[in-house]
């Protein structure tokens, strides 16, 4: 059945980076846009990133653009996404989800469980 | 990128119906009939309830319905059940090719 897995969140100091992983198993990736959407605490869901299936189309958040980059390996079925010059504002629960085709259309049902990034000084 | 706009919450008791409207602007619910609506329970991943104004996942009780007028998009949930308890978020694609949520609308289910 469809899966999808995050690593990679934890407690880091503003300025720093990161990147989360987000494996996946059960369906033809290299098919799929991708989607990362964070849960921001009080505040609720922000959509961050979409990677269209074969990793030429990419788009942002303005309030991320320049500081994160979404990037696929359709080799190894895994989606990632750089985080640099982290704010106490990138705090959240970060969830990878599928996309409804190969494009920027819809998020799929299928989304991971999260991962938490904490972003302190 | 805005926000879509959403009450903040809204209740109702067990049996009655709820509707949570979806407010945004010709570039993005306006313009374009992919609006999705996801239910969170706490501690938990969305769960998208409908996709593309009016459709279902399959899996999902026929009591959740989607509709669209212009700028506002509605979630109606029928036959309210205590397990509908949790957060409903709209989302839509914009013009900018990305996609904007709402606030979020938390249900109590009296």
């Given at each position: 059945q469809v899966r999808l897995v995050e690593s990679g969140g934890?407690?880091?100091?503003?300025?720093?980076?990161?990147?989360?992983?987000?494996?996946?198993f059960g369906f033809t990736f290299s098919s799929y846009g991708m989607?990362?959407?964070?849960?921001?605490?009080?505040?609720?869901?922000?959509?961050?990133?979409v990677i269209w299936y074969d990793g030429k189309n990419k788009f942002y958040a303005d309030s991320v653009k320049g500081r994160f980059t979404v990037s696929r390996d359709n080799s190894r079925d895994i989606l990632y996404l750089q985080m640099n010059s982290l704010r106490v504002d990138d705090?959240?629960?970060y969830f990878c989800a599928r996309g409804r085709h190969y494009d920027?259309?819809?998020?799929?049902?299928?989304?991971?469980?999260?991962t938490l990034v904490t972003v302190s000084p | 990128q805005s926000a879509l706009?959403?009450?903040?919450?809204?209740?109702a008791s067990p049996g009655q119906s709820i509707t949570i409207s979806c407010t945004g602007t010709t570039n993005d619910i306006g313009g374009y009939n992919s609006v999705s609506w996801f239910q969170q329970h706490p501690g938990k991943a969305p769960k998208l309830i409908v996709y593309e104004v009016?459709?279902?996942p399959s899996g999902v009780s026929y009591r959740f319905s989607g509709s669209k007028s212009g700028n506002t998009a509605s979630l109606t949930i029928s036959g309210l059940q205590g397990e509908d308890e949790a957060?409903?978020?709209?989302?839509?694609?914009?013009?900018?090719?990305?996609?904007?949520?709402?606030?979020?609308?938390?249900?109590?289910?009296?």
């Open positions: 934890g407690v880091v100091q503003p300025g720093t980076s990161l990147r989360l992983s987000c494996a996946t989607h990362w959407v964070r849960h921001i605490p009080g505040k609720g869901l922000q959509w961050v990133a705090t959240a629960i920027s259309s819809g998020i799929d049902e299928y989304w991971g469980q999260g | 706009t959403q009450p903040a919450s809204v209740s009016t459709n279902r957060d409903y978020y709209c989302s839509s694609f914009s013009i900018t090719y990305t996609w904007i949520f709402g606030g979020g609308t938390k249900l109590t289910v009296l």
